[in-house]
T-cell receptor, first 112, second 112 residues
Framework: AQSVTQLDSQVPVFEEAPVELRCNYS??????LFWYVQYPNQGLQLLLK??????LVKGINGFEAEFNKSQTSFHLRKPSVHISDTAEYFC??????????FGQGTELSVKP | DARVTQTPRHKVTEMGQEVTMRCQPI?????VFWYRQTMMQGLELLAY????????DSGMPKDRFSAEMPDATLATLKIQPSEPRDSAVYFC??????????FGEGSWLTVV
């Protein structure tokens, strides 16, 4: 069975500061990894994904994530956050069959 | 832009009433998912279909929930009878097998 653990439920950060949202997964098979963002009262939007190839993945809005197989991690980073990045961020794993298993989410709060 | 369309966007109903949520997946996508989001449980997979056939509905309470795909352009999730604990946001998502899945905006259900 697969599972995802997002290590921080809330991350407060000041505008223009760097941020890292941590995600660890467990799986007995090869996986695809995803980060989704959810703005208040909206659906989930894909930020970035790792399917294969380069372990450093770049996504929308200046976010990037690095797949680390040995540490079973897929942490999300941004070098300088904006107020508009305030949202809930979800890490997810798929067994390549398409079914996504989500972490509990990390609430990113960017303060001026 | 192609998108997953869900109706209704918002629904308030009385306990015991039947609720039907509908989803139009992105044209050409062969996999459709139903997720439920609550504060307590986060994002839970209720059921999913591939090529209109149900693959996994183990996350769905069988006594009151049912999910179907009458055709490739329509997926339905029905609750009968509804209960207050069913209050949640229900997301439909679609994708091609083994690749990214895309979410609709959600159906916000309140059962009073």
């Amino acid at each position: 069975a697969q599972s995802v653990t997002q290590l921080d439920s809330q991350v407060p950060v000041f505008e223009e500061a760097p941020v890292e949202l941590r995600c660890n997964y467990s799986s007995s098979v090869s996986v695809y990894l995803f980060w989704y963002v959810q703005y208040p009262n909206q659906g989930l939007q894909l930020l970035l994904k790792y399917l294969s190839g380069s372990t450093l993945v770049k996504g929308i809005n200046g976010f990037e994530a690095e797949f680390n197989k040995s540490q079973t991690s897929f942490h999300l980073r941004k070098p300088s956050v904006h107020i508009s990045d305030t949202a809930e961020y979800f890490c997810a794993v798929s067994d390549r069959g398409g079914k996504l298993i989500f972490g509990q989410g990390t609430e990113l709060s960017v303060k001026p | 832009d192609a998108r997953v369309t869900q109706t209704p966007r918002h629904k308030v109903t009385e306990m015991g009433q039947e609720v039907t949520m509908r989803c139009q997946p992105i044209l050409g996508h062969n996999t459709v998912f139903w997720y439920r989001q609550t504060m307590m449980q986060g994002l839970e997979l209720l059921a999913y279909f591939r090529n209109r056939a149900p693959l996994d509905d183990s996350g769905m309470p069988k006594d009151r929930f049912s999910a179907e795909m009458p055709d490739a352009t329509l997926a339905t999730l029905k609750i009968q009878p509804s209960e207050p604990r069913d209050s949640a946001v229900y997301f439909c998502a679609s994708g091609l097998e083994g690749t990214t899945i895309y979410f609709g905006e959600g159906s916000w259900l309140t059962v009073v």
